[in-house]
């Protein structure tokens, strides 16, 4: 079955940057719809990022512009690289399918403040 594996996380100053990794083995990556998700204390876990197997990224309004999704299917491994970085993007990352296909990882957490 596949396990997700999520790391990348820290704390980061507002304005600063991260880059979270996702590996996925046990399935033929390349052919998955993969996304990135964040959970807050109290909220939905909600999608931020999304990387199609065909090669189109889709990134919720919140994130437009500041983050961005790539992967290495050769590594079955996805990232997001986060720039500019809020409060607001605090929370613990998870990545999945678009379809929730995976079993939810460990997710790695996220910490943006001063």
């Known amino acids: 079955q596949v396990q997700p594996v999520e790391s990348g996380g820290g704390l980061v100053h507002p304005g600063g940057s991260l880059r979270l990794s996702c590996v996925a083995s046990?399935?033929?990556?390349?052919?998955?719809?993969m996304a990135w998700y964040r959970q807050t204390p109290g909220q939905e876990r909600e999608w931020v990022a999304i990387?199609?197997?065909?090669?189109?990224?889709f990134y919720s309004d919140s994130v437009q512009g500041r983050f961005a999704i790539s992967r290495d299917n050769d590594k079955n491994t996805l990232f997001l690289h986060m720039d500019n970085l809020k409060s607001e993007d605090t929370g613990d990352y998870y990545c999945?399918?678009?379809?929730?296909?995976?079993?939810w990882g460990q997710g790695t957490q996220v910490t943006v403040s001063s």
């Open positions: 990387s199609m197997n065909y090669g189109e990224t």
């Open positions: 046990g399935t033929i990556f390349r052919f998955e719809n």
């Open positions: 999945n399918t678009k379809e929730f296909t995976f079993p």
